[in-house]
């Protein structure tokens, strides 16, 4: 893991963590999701989007405090306005695909 980061444990346990980096060389922090000494994925997010992000994080520590506007330790950051992303185009309902379906036992054939 580089110089600059850190580790947090899953509220679920089992060996989880997510770990997150700072790499200066690419412009880039790196969120990746841990399974024991294996990793599970991992985003790239430049680091221009950091500011994005503790803006989001900071609103959800004052929901969390049950407070609406930011209170001490809670830096105020007003989140940009959301870019305009390309449009994506949606071809068809994908809700029943996540359903598992065995497939068919094809009997092995007999040598004798």
């Keep these: 893991m580089p110089a600059f980061g850190d580790l947090f444990t899953d509220l679920r346990g089992e060996d989880r963590t997510l770990r997150v980096s700072y790499h200066p060389d690419r412009g880039a922090v790196v969120l990746s999701l841990w399974s024991g000494t294996l990793c599970r994925g991992s985003f790239r997010m ?32 007003e989140v940009p306005a959301a870019v305009t992303e390309p449009a994506v185009e949606r071809t068809g309902d994908i809700s029943g695909t ?10 092995a054939p007999r040598v004798a």
């Excluded at 996540?98 to 009997?107: I, M």
Aim: aromatic share 0%.
């Design 98 to 107: 996540a359903r598992r379906v065995a497939l068919p036992a094809v009997p």
């Design 46 to 77: 430049p680091a221009d989007d950091v500011d994005r992000l503790l803006g989001l994080l900071s609103a959800v520590r004052a929901a969390a405090d049950g407070d609406d506007t930011a209170g001490p330790g809670t830096a105020a950051v």
